[in-house]
């Protein structure tokens, strides 16, 4: 269990979630072929699956890809230079990566993508920005995608739409106006506090931090806690927070294009961060109570490494301590690691509340009396 939650730790930074696909013909629209065409739009900033230099996020490719064919539109794939891109390293055995990755059509569309300077704008019918770290490298200063995503916004239906890192293509567009078109659209983006805890190591190398240039560009930035879901609709503009807001930026791009997206089951780690929100939002009864009655349908796993990461957070303010204890709490009847148990003693000290410190650390000695931290901890609370 010890090394299986801190494979999470790692795996938290890069994110989730799946479909089954059925394949669709990639003509361009014409009369014989009404159905619309999304364009999705990946770096082409990344080289050896990430050690290099970053590239795009492939869970955030899945999903959205395999809800927009489920729901009957067809897809192209572009990236400013064309050709074959590479993806950060990401956990195959997803169930939705697992899926994408049996489908010959998608792979070959991602071998093959199209260079943003060979497109025609008026084909298609709403552009879908892929995040990850790449795009922060590459897509803002692509001067053929700036234009395709301005053509596209500014004709008549068309709609424009970004995931995590994914609306750093957008801070250079201008509408027909000649007006960002952030200005004055409530938009989302992977937050500087998401930077700081999971983007350490290109982080200096940014051209900006994203959530201060979507605030330069007028945009009225928000967002969820760290790394739960939020999307911003603002008219023709609908952007995500972070990689688990990428179903809820596909569907409500279905939407947007006139679909009632097909009913599908979420996957085991988009439901749990939905979990997750709602405890934080006051639900937390409610989310104990389902973890009860469901507790398959979750991944108590993912859920305890959000708590862990809470209480390791540097803050002495009480409500963030609590928060981080309350979820972790929702899953210690149902999963044990001795690593977590510690950092909630810990937690309880900076709340003042020595009593139930020490019961956690005579607990967590009496199991594992080589865990010299906790031997340490506990005889300073006694």
Known sequence: MKNKIFTALLVLAFFPFALCSKELGNDRKTEASPEKRILMVVSSYGKDGGKTRPGFEFDEFSQAYLIFVANGFAVDVASPRGGAVEADEFNKNKPYNKALLTDEKALSLLK???PTASLNATNYDAVYVVGGKGAMFDLPFDPALQELLASVYNSKDGIVSAVCHGPAALV??????GKYILAGK????????EEEKFGKRWREEFPFMLEDKLKARGGKYERAEMMLPHVSVSEKLITGQ????????????VKA?????ATRTPYTDERSMYLVKRAIAGELEWARAELSKNKDLYDVELIAVYGYYRLLGKTDDASVIRMGLNIVELVTPYMYNENLQYEQARAYLRLQQKDRAKTLLQELVQKEPKFEEAKKLLREVE
Request: neutral net charge.
């Open 112 to 114: 093959t993508t199209k």
């Open 257 to 261: 294009l006139g679909k009632q997206p």
């Open 242 to 253: 972070n990689p688990y807001s990428t179903n809820a930026v596909a569907e409500e791009l």
């Open 172 to 177: 250079n567009v201008k509408s027909s106006d």
């Open 186 to 193: 409530t938009v989302s983006g992977f937050c500087n506090a």
